[in-house]
C-alpha cells in the first residue's frame, strides 16, 4: 500500500504544556530526552508525567545515546514508552534488547545506502537520518543534503525511513515534497523561548504543513491515475 501519511514526532519535550501542544496539534509522536549531554535532557520525574499524560495519544520515544542497559531499563520502569531511540554507536543486538520496536540515529555525510543501514541493523524499526556535525549527536538544527537521502521508492518492507535536521515550519513541506519521508522528526525548529522549550504556535503550524505537502501528494497521484 503507498504511503499517504508523513508521520510527524516532536522530539526534545520537557514540559507537560508541550506535550499537551503535541497532541493538540494532532502530531503522531513525541520524544523525550535521555542522552545526559542533551541540552533537553528531561528528569525521569517529569518524563513520567510527561508519558502518562499523552499514553494511548501519542507514540512516547525514548532517546538514548550509548547508555548503560541499566539506564534503559530504568527509564522503562518509569516511563510508558513506546519506541526506543539510540544516536551512538550501539549495536542492532544491544537496540533490540529491551523488548520494544527501536529506531536507530545515522548522522549523514554522504550518500546513504538503505541496505547497507538494513543489513547493519536487521531488527531496526526505523531509521532517522540526520545532519552530520563533528563532535555532536543530533539536535543541531543543520540540514544535510537531501541528495544523500537514499532511494526507498518501490521497495517492499516494513523498515520505515524518518528525516531530521534543520527542518522548520517554513521548510517542512518542501522536505516532504522532495524527500518523501516515512516520517520527520522536529526539536529546535518548533522552539521559542529557548531550547527545550516548545512554541505551541510553531508545532501547529509545522503539523499543518507537513499535512499539506501530503494532500498535495494525494491529489497529484490521483491526476497520474485519471490521464
Known amino acids: 500500500m503507498k504511503k499517504t501519511t508523513t508521520r510527524i514526532k516532536i522530539c526534545g519535550i520537557t514540559r507537560l504544556p508541550d506535550a499537551a501542544a503535541v497532541v ?17 535532557l528531561v528528569d525521569l520525574d517529569t518524563a513520567e508525567r510527561i508519558g502518562r499524560s499523552v499514553a494511548g495519544d501519542v507514540c512516547v520515544v525514548a532517546v538514548f545515546r550509548d547508555p548503560a542497559p541499566d539506564r ?21 543486538g544491544f537496540c533490540a534488547g529491551f523488548g520494544l520496536p ?3 540515529a545515522h548522522r549523514v555525510r554522504a550518500p ?3 541496505d547497507v543501514l538494513e543489513r547493519t541493523y536487521p531488527q531496526a524499526r526505523w531509521h532517522l537520518l540526520d545532519a552530520y556535525v563533528p563532535g555532536q549527536a ?36 518542501e522536505a516532504v515534497r522532495v524527500v518523501r519521508p516515512d ?45
Not at 493538540?24 to 533537553?40: I, K, Q, T, V, Y
Request: negative net charge; glycine residues 12%; contains cysteine.
Open 183 to 227: 516520517a520527520v522528526d522536529v526539536s529546535g525548529g518548533v522552539e521559542g523561548a529557548g531550547r527545550g522549550i516548545k512554541d505551541a504556535d510553531r508545532i501547529r503550524v509545522f503539523v499543518d504543513a507537513v499535512r499539506a505537502a501530503d494532500d498535495e501528494a494525494r491529489e497529484e497521484r490521483q491526476r497520474q491515475a485519471e490521464r
Open 24 to 40: 493538540a496539534a494532532g502530531a503522531d509522536a513525541l520524544g523525550l530526552m535521555f542522552a545526559d549531554e542533551s541540552s533537553r
Open 112 to 114: 546513504m545506502q538503505a
Open 102 to 104: 527501536y529506531m536507530k
Open 138 to 173: 543530533g539536535g543541531t538544527g543543520r540540514r544535510f543534503d537531501w541528495a544523500y537521502w537514499p532511494e526507498l521508492r518501490g521497495r517492499s518492507t516494513d523498515v520505515r525511513y524518518a528525516l531530521c535536521g534543520g527542518l522548520t515550519p517554513e521548510n517542512v513541506g
Open 72 to 92: 534503559v531499563r530504568q527509564v522503562l520502569d518509569r516511563v510508558p514508552v513506546d519506541l526506543l531511540q539510540f544516536h551512538g554507536d550501539e549495536a542492532d
